[in-house]
DNA sequence: TTGAAAGCGCTAACAG
DNA sequence: CTGTTAGCGCTTTCAA
């Protein structure tokens, strides 16, 4: 009477209710073991016996039993969750990194929760607070945190935190991009050094693509001083986020409206520079013997285009993966080496310049 | 010495260490009510008295609470998380589904867990148990379900599930799709009806559009007795998934390899198809006057093709916000009113045919 | 309306 | 190596 502790034949103590998901006691007592041991039968396999270890997995797999990892996260600690965020899914640009992260983090253990911002940060902070509230192990940020207010409350919340697809002195905490001014800085030096004089650009009106242009039109007056210190002197098409091929179109007529001689465009997009392509061809404008045509992004398809797109590669696979195993090692304790990565960028040359 | 009960200055039980996120309780007591009244203010506002929701609100803003969703959901049973399974994010058809799906939920407080399968359903099992460990109030699923495993498990687990981008008539729930089948009919009559009589395809390899591309070929043997049962006698070019306008490139030039007479063909991408007429425009093959091409997705870069792309419109905008709001719906009890929903397609007619 | 008690299902931290 | 004891932070349930 005192003990109902009989392992084979509880009095009638809370009988698991037939239909309900079993739990580690399920388990645990059908395996004759405490549910301490299951549970580390479960996540740390080397650390019980054998023989343990065979009669979980057995009743494991007979009553198709899957932890609750709400339940594992609130006791320890570790959600094994990562958010992402991005601007908007249906840019394309951010594909790359967003399938090395899932990939990434799967092959740990870990799942992606994701979350779009949008171009005007008006959700952004609603969006922080629903994944704070989640206690990841880590956020991936697609750009770098403009709000002071989201910052604080980032830094507040001691989620690891990896701002990525951009640079800045002073990151949240790690980071993994590169140097929008100098790519567009790289793009007008080569496009002067290709031997053209009346550079324009099509470029999407968010905060990185202006801050790439900013730079982008001051070497061109740099490397022509003739053409005055006025930014205006470089024939600029700013469309709204996100681009898409019919902007590249609409883009190149405006531009050859205010400026028929234009000999080079760098577009914001791969995307956009598509669209550039196929208005020169339907306008008779020849590829790249009247017009130079740089893109930004190297999507998948670039290299199939007629002529092949030449345009600055940023290998988002890189900055998806570095990001997953920064947030990993950080989560797992590990010691961090280089919490500030600039993977870079390269012009990749081909025919359409 | 019995009860330490009062509310200013307890002895000095578990005081909130510095630097910890505060809780529930630490709101409670610097808000002088109880844990439950916090909970009630922030999740029920209008179940709590005025006093109380201001003086909650004024410490929840000022120490910057966040509720730890993990503990409410473990609590409550509802994780406010919806799970969606895609084979892979970076073939970008499947894109409009999951903005509007992130969109949906985001707009009634869930948050998305995204998971890719990859196409060879292999790490498909992996995923299904991170996901139901994870206890979503619903998942999504891109495609039925195959693996009798998976069903079973996914049944068992009890949570509402969405399957997309497909008809079955034995559904593990509820289901958002169009019909292959029709589709493959619907195209080869459409081709045949404009006097095409060298119909070829250039067909992914999953199972989704072997199965659409068997319907069109048998479409295209009934309208043209002529060419016997044999689905051979329809040329088609089966490439990997996910399709590349490469793959459209080099899938051109295998077919008309096969049959230099093939005078239309229908792509199972928009990606793809758009390969097709950079391929026929390079060749100098006249489209559509010599070839008719047809895509399928519609996706937003088609209509500014050139020629624009005919396609198959597929408005994954659409299914993305029902299968959002039939998990919300059955997610908060309510009742569902068709859990089985066919959106079609539409044949969108343009220039390529 | 408000509060107190009792867990949700799991694991950290100790003992044995 | 294994078990016991306490929670993790929230919400359900019931009583006041």
């Known amino acids: 009477m005192e003990t109902p502790a009989k392992k084979d034949a509880p009095a009638h103590p809370r009988k698991s209710r037939k239909g309900a998901t079993p739990t580690v006691r399920d388990v645990a007592r059908l395996a004759g073991v405490a549910p301490m041991s299951v549970s580390r039968a479960l996540n740390n396999p080397d650390s019980v016996s054998?023989?343990?270890?065979?009669?979980?997995?057995?009743?494991?797999?007979?009553?198709?039993?899957?932890?609750?990892?709400?339940?594992?996260?609130?006791?320890?600690k570790k959600s094994r969750m990562v958010a992402a965020v991005v601007p908007t899914i249906s840019g394309s640009v951010f594909l790359e990194m967003v399938q090395a992260l899932t990939d990434g983090l799967a092959a740990r253990g870990y799942q992606l929760m994701l979350g779009q911002a949008g171009y005007e940060n008006s959700r952004e902070d609603a969006l922080l607070e629903a994944i704070i509230g989640?206690?990841?192990?880590?956020?991936?940020?697609?750009?770098i945190m403009r709000s002071e207010q989201g910052r604080r409350r980032l830094l507040a919340s001691g989620i690891p935190v990896v701002e990525t697809w951009d640079l800045t002195d002073s990151p949240i905490d790690m980071l993994v991009g590169f140097s929008h001014e100098q790519i567009g800085k790289a793009v007008a030096e080569y496009l002067h050094?290709?031997?053209?004089?009346?550079?324009?650009?099509?470029?999407?009106?968010?905060?990185?693509?202006?801050?790439?242009?900013?730079?982008?039109?001051?070497?061109v007056l740099t490397?022509?001083?003739?053409?005055?210190?006025?930014?205006?002197?470089?024939?600029?098409?700013v469309?709204?986020?996100?681009?898409?091929l019919g902007s590249g179109r609409t883009g190149l007529r405006e531009l050859l409206a205010r400026d028929p001689g234009i000999d080079a465009v760098f577009c914001s997009s791969d995307?956009?520079?598509q669209g550039v392509l196929l208005e020169a061809l339907a306008l008779g404008i020849e590829v790249p013997g009247q017009l130079a045509v740089v893109g930004l992004g190297d999507l998948a398809f670039s290299r199939d285009l007629h002529p092949p797109l030449t345009t600055v590669?940023?290998?988002?696979?890189?900055?998806?993966?570095?990001?997953?195993?920064?947030?990993?090692?950080?989560?797992?304790?590990?010691?961090?080496e280089a919490p500030?990565?600039?993977?870079?960028?390269?012009?990749?040359?081909r025919g359409s310049s």
């Open 193 to 219: 050094g290709r031997g053209r004089r009346k550079i324009a650009a099509i470029s999407a009106d968010d905060e990185r693509a202006v801050r790439r242009n900013r730079q982008f039109a001051d070497t």
């Open 271 to 273: 995307m956009m520079a």
């Open 134 to 143: 989640r206690r990841p192990d880590g956020v991936v940020l697609t750009g």
């Open 239 to 244: 469309v709204p986020a996100p681009t898409s």
């Open 313 to 336: 590669r940023i290998d988002g696979t890189a900055i998806g993966s570095i990001a997953a195993s920064l947030i990993i090692d950080r989560a797992e304790g590990r010691p961090v």
């Open 50 to 76: 054998p023989e343990i270890l065979q009669r979980v997995r057995e009743v494991v797999d007979r009553v198709g039993y899957v932890p609750n990892l709400l339940a594992g996260g609130l006791a320890s």
């Open 340 to 349: 500030v990565r600039d993977v870079g960028f390269v012009i990749v040359e």
């Open 223 to 237: 490397l022509q001083p003739g053409l005055g210190t006025d930014r205006k002197a470089v024939p600029t098409c």
